[in-house]
């Protein structure tokens, strides 16, 4: 499920026509991680319009959809995106010209573009040096106009405005939909680039009319979305708790001793315990003298289920050259199930805001049935019985591997 580009040839009617017979509610906002682009180009932050309505609009949408499917169950996938057009706005797939939301949003109270301009960072800056995992897009820029890349520093405030339409506003059930859609947004979404993982996460320091918004989904609420919250202990940190969850992710993909051997020597790192390289050596029918491929659990590439395309990069002599892209066999990409993030937690005992490292898992168990693409080729991403063959999996008694990956979180 990824957000959708929205058409720009919509006519969307002028606020300020309509302003007089909307009912407006705002939400004191807060960036709480730093934000990385969001602007025009995606990697940039525009600081005359840092936080735009627009983006905050595609954000809505998306968390719309997971609860319309997966929670309030509003019927299949076309009828959903009928609803969806015609809550939020946009271009149905008949003869119709497009329809304008019945949902109104306006950003305001921005700090200035002086104060934005100061408020960058460099994307190498010290202090993100454990956010480098997430901000590999950053390091890897071969664009010298895009470089370097630079985030907006948290604690940026704003306030968000929102109205119904006259008819939304009669319309308690779809009304008290949108306010979820509010809370799961502020709860779990984000601003700008790279948000699933944690970074542009805003908290929503007060909201008038529906409090209820600034509070966090239960447990239970979660459940009924087919989802799954797992948290580690708190932190007085958003940055810190970012960083912690960041960690947990990094490690259980490529970490010694956990994704991969410890190397034997210094800058060395030991082989894979994943089995996608092996099955790349196998498929491409090439490998270095010392990693012939041995692997048990085949040619399967279990790593896509947190999201492709996937870029494996192999060094020295036999290795597979050239594009070791792994890609969905359907599409170009595939938006990872697994959002990390600093959640809020409330304050301690000493007036202290307290955030938890948390990840949430998105329904995800159609990505297991899926097949990636490996050149002219197609391999699965997962079978049950190479569980038992992968050691991150299997030392995490995981049947598959986000199962898996939640248990190492929650060590």
């Known amino acids: 499920m990824s957000l959708r580009v929205p058409n720009e040839s919509i006519e969307v009617p002028s606020l ?89 949003l306006r950003v305001f109270d921005v700090p200035s573009p002086n104060k934005i301009r100061q408020s960058l960072i460099d994307y190498d800056d010290s202090s993100l ?33 929102f ?16 306010i979820e859609t509010l809370r799961w947004w502020a709860s779990f979404g984000g601003l700008g680039f790279r948000s699933r993982k944690g970074l542009g996460s805003v908290q929503v320091k007060e909201s008038t009319d529906y409090p209820q918004i600034a509070e966090i989904p239960s447990l239970d609420e979660i459940a009924e979305a087919n989802c799954h919250l797992i948290q580690r202990n708190p932190t007085s940190s958003a940055l810190s708790a970012l960083q912690s969850a960041i960690a947990k992710l990094s490690e259980f993909r490529q970490a010694p001793g956990v994704g991969r051997n410890p190397g034997q020597q210094k800058n060395r790192p030991g082989r894979s315990r994943w089995p996608e390289p092996d099955a790349l050596r196998r498929i491409q029918n090439t490998h270095h003298e010392n990693h012939a491929p041995e692997h048990l659990a085949g040619n399967v590439f279990p790593r896509a289920v947190f999201g492709m395309p996937i870029l494996f990069p192999f060094v020295g002599r036999g290795e597979p050259s050239g594009d070791n892209t792994v890609s969905p066999a359907e599409g170009e990409r595939l938006a990872s199930p697994l959002i990390l993030r600093a959640v809020y937690a409330g304050e301690d005992q000493k007036g202290i805001t307290q955030w938890r490292p948390s990840a949430l898992v998105l329904p995800y168990q159609h990505i297991l049935d899926m097949k990636v693409t490996v050149g002219r080729n197609e391999y699965p991403v997962w079978k049950i019985d190479a569980a038992e063959h992968t050691r991150p999996i299997s030392e995490n008694g995981g049947q598959d591997p986000m199962q898996a990956f939640l248990t190492y979180f929650a060590k």
């Open 16 to 104: 300020t026509a309509i302003d007089p017979v909307l009912e407006w509610h705002s939400l004191s906002c807060e960036l709480v991680t730093p934000m990385y682009g969001g602007g025009v180009k995606s990697v940039v932050v525009d600081e005359q319009m840092p936080i735009r309505a627009s983006s905050i609009r595609g954000q809505l949408r998306f968390w719309w959809r997971l609860l319309a499917k997966n929670k309030w169950q509003l019927g299949s996938d076309e009828e959903i995106q009928k609803q969806e057009f015609t809550l939020w706005g946009g271009m149905g797939s008949g003869d119709d010209d497009g329809t304008a939301g019945q949902v109104f």
């Open 129 to 161: 040096s454990q956010l480098k995992y997430v901000l590999f897009p950053a390091y890897n820029e071969t664009d010298p106009a895009l470089n370097p890349h630079r985030l907006l520093k948290p604690e940026i405030s704003w306030k968000l405005g």
């Open 163 to 178: 109205a119904f339409s006259p008819l939304l506003a009669k319309d308690t059930t779809k009304k008290d939909q949108v």
